[in-house]
C-alpha cells in the first residue's frame, strides 16, 4: 500500500510539473521569458551578456531583481494571454529616461513592439524575436 500511494505521489508531482509553459525570445537587445504555471502567468526579462541573471518584467517597482539598472518606474503590467504589455508613465534608469510609452512583447507571433518619449524625442522599435532554446 505505501508502494501504491508513492507512486501516486510522485506521478502527481510530474504530472503537475508537465503543465508548466516555457517560451524564451530573444527580441532586439533583451530576452524575455515567459513562464505559465497552471492559472499564473509570469514574464522576465535578461541581458543576454548575462542569460543566468533574469528580473521580472514588465517592472512595475525598484526591487532586489532590478535595482543593478533601475532607479525609479511608473508601470503598469498587462497580461493577455501569450501578450505581455509594460505601459508606463515614466521609466529612471542608470543612464537615461523615458515617458508615456509601452513596451509590447508577443510570445506566439515573436513580436517586439515598444514606444517612449526621451529626451531626444520620440522613440519607437519594433523587431521580430528568435525563439531561444
Known sequence: MKKILLTFLISLLLISNSFAETII???RNGLYKYVKE????KAFQAN???KDRWWEWPKVKVQKDNKHFLK?????AIIDGYIVTEKFKKIVWKGGF????RTIVDFKKKT??????TKKGPWK??????LQK
Not at 525609479?72 to 503598469?76: K, S, V
Not at 517586439?112 to 518619449?117: F, G, L, N, V
Not at 522599435?125 to 528568435?130: F, L, P, Q
Request: charged share 40%; net charge positive; aromatic share 6%.
Open 25 to 27: 525570445l530573444k527580441c
Open 38 to 41: 497552471g492559472n499564473t502567468i
Open 48 to 50: 543576454p551578456k548575462e
Open 72 to 76: 525609479f518606474t511608473d508601470t503598469e
Open 98 to 101: 523615458a515617458e508615456n510609452g
Open 112 to 117: 517586439y513592439d515598444s514606444k517612449a518619449m
Open 125 to 130: 522599435k519594433k523587431a521580430k524575436c528568435k
